[in-house]
């Protein structure tokens, strides 16, 4: 089955400090990977999004994604995180050919960011 | 101007009772949908409309009917609300329903049956 992972749940990293959050997803070929961010009480924002070329792909708020193919994963990073970047974040994505729109969302990850 | 509108943002209710949510997006798609996410911020689609025609019904109870009087609205009524209905319950539209489409999120109703 078609299915998206975010095997952290919880992240707490220092303010300044270099951010990775994980995605692995199960699927036979390539999805479209999207990145959104959920801040408090706010609803989702799309951070970046691949699907097809260069491997690394930019978002806003100094975010990017590297897809890896051979490990399934679209993992997230950040050289320097901020106090504004706390907030959930969920990785997404769209398979198949069904033209239905729908994403499938993991689990999401909290990131926590001390002072 | 919000692209994607939702109202209201907040909606306490006792079980039993029939409340609707209304969406409106300005952003000129043709699909929109309903997400709900529930207590562990699980998200999980419910709806999809494409041009005013339900393409996804993902196995939602039928006490909930969206409705899209035209394609920039889809609203989502809830027959006899039941404890396990709160949630904060998501609308997004997108430009078409295309796979990998870009979907555009509003701010998300929060329903609480008491």
């Known amino acids: 089955a078609q299915s998206v992972t975010q095997p952290d749940i919880h992240i707490t990293v220092s303010e300044g400090a270099s951010l990775e959050l994980r995605c692995n997803y199960s699927?036979?070929?390539?999805?479209?990977l999207f990145w959104y961010v959920q801040s408090p009480g706010q609803g989702l924002q799309l951070l970046l999004k691949?699907?097809?070329?260069?491997?690394l792909v930019q978002g806003i708020k100094g975010f990017e994604a590297e897809f890896k193919r051979s490990q399934s994963s679209f993992n997230l990073r950040k050289p320097s995180v901020h106090w504004s970047d706390a907030a959930e974040y969920f990785c997404?994505?769209?398979f198949g050919s069904g033209n239905t729109g729908k994403l499938i969302f993991g689990q999401g990850t909290t990131l926590q960011v001390k002072p | 101007d919000t692209a994607v509108s939702q109202t209201p943002k907040y909606l306490v209710t006792q079980m039993g009772n029939d409340k609707s949510i209304k969406c409106e997006q300005n952003?000129?798609?043709?699909?929109m949908y309903w997400y709900k996410q529930d207590s562990k911020k699980f998200l999980k689609i419910m709806f999809s409309?494409?041009?005013?025609?339900?393409?996804i019904n993902e196995t939602v109870p039928n006490r909930f009917s969206p409705k899209s009087p035209d394609k920039a609205h889809l609203n989502l009524h809830i027959n006899s609300l039941e404890l396990g209905d709160s949630a904060v319950y998501f609308c997004?539209?997108?430009?078409?329903?295309?796979?990998?489409?870009?979907?555009?999120f509003g701010q998300g109703t929060r329903l609480t049956v008491v």
């Open positions: 997004a539209s997108s430009h078409s329903h295309s796979t990998g489409t870009e979907a555009f």
């Open positions: 699927y036979g070929a390539t999805p479209y």
């Open positions: 691949y699907f097809s070329g260069d491997t």
């Open positions: 997404a994505v769209a």
């Open positions: 952003l000129g798609h043709d699909t």
């Open positions: 409309y494409n041009n005013k025609e339900l393409i």
